[in-house]
T-cell receptor, first 114, second 111 residues
């Protein structure tokens, strides 16, 4: 089946630093990828929709200058958390749209900002 | 406003029981609906995908039904096992490519 690779699986960083998370579709091309965030004991929340070759579409309340998304190729999307702060600590998951319009998810990234 | 709700929020049952998890959505103009499983600290595993034109899908001990007109989907788990313990999420996909997740049902199956 289709595989989506996400890394790193966990990262610890100091407040004020930037962290990049990669999401790759390994055996299929994905024109659309999604980024989600999940706080403890809460459901997944969509952050943004990433379309290859164009700007990402952000959900209301998500700061586009803080969460930079780049979808430069059909198999790779990156999420950069800029100037991370402790409140950004969360579980981030990406997904890629395969066919027939089925979503395949990465394994997630646990971000802890000290 | 498009909302997806799941009940119950948590469920604890003995091994062997048949289970029904419920998902309801406010906007019935869906493209498809998916059921996922999430183990603690891990990503999601897609269980079943139901297109808007379908009424149910089956995979092993899992059966998902869809009633668009009433805005409901159910996930039926037959003969539950301890390995089924996880959080189950339903997600509704609309034509805007937006996937709205439900609140999840935390399932625990004890031996």
């Amino acid at each position: 089946g289709a595989v989506v690779s996400q890394h790193p699986s966990w990262v610890i960083c100091k407040s004020g630093t930037s962290v990049k998370i990669e999401c790759r579709s390994l055996d299929f091309q994905a024109t659309t990828m999604f980024w989600y965030r999940q706080f403890p004991k809460q459901s997944l929340m969509l952050m943004a929709t990433s379309n290859e070759g164009s700007k990402a579409t952000y959900e209301q309340g998500v700061e586009k200058d803080k969460f930079l998304i780049n979808h430069a190729s059909l198999t790779l999307s990156t999420l950069t958390v800029t100037s991370a702060h402790p409140e950004d600590s969360s579980f981030y998951i990406c997904s890629a749209m395969g066919r027939p319009e089925k979503l395949f998810f990465g394994s997630g990234t646990q971000l802890s900002v000290l | 406003k498009q909302e997806v709700t799941q009940i119950p929020a948590a469920l604890s049952v003995p091994e062997g029981e048949n289970l029904v998890l419920n998902c309801s959505f406010t906007d019935s103009a869906i493209y498809n609906l998916q059921w996922f499983r999430q183990d603690p600290g891990k990503g999601l595993t897609s269980l079943l995908l139901i297109q808007s034109s379908q009424r149910e899908q089956t995979s092993g001990r899992l059966n998902a039904s869809l009633d668009k007109s009433s805005g409901r989907s159910t996930l039926y788990i037959a003969a539950s096992q301890p390995g089924d313990s996880a959080t189950y999420l339903c997600a509704v996909h609309y034509n805007t490519d937006k996937l709205i997740f439900g609140t999840g049902t935390r399932l625990q199956v004890f031996p």
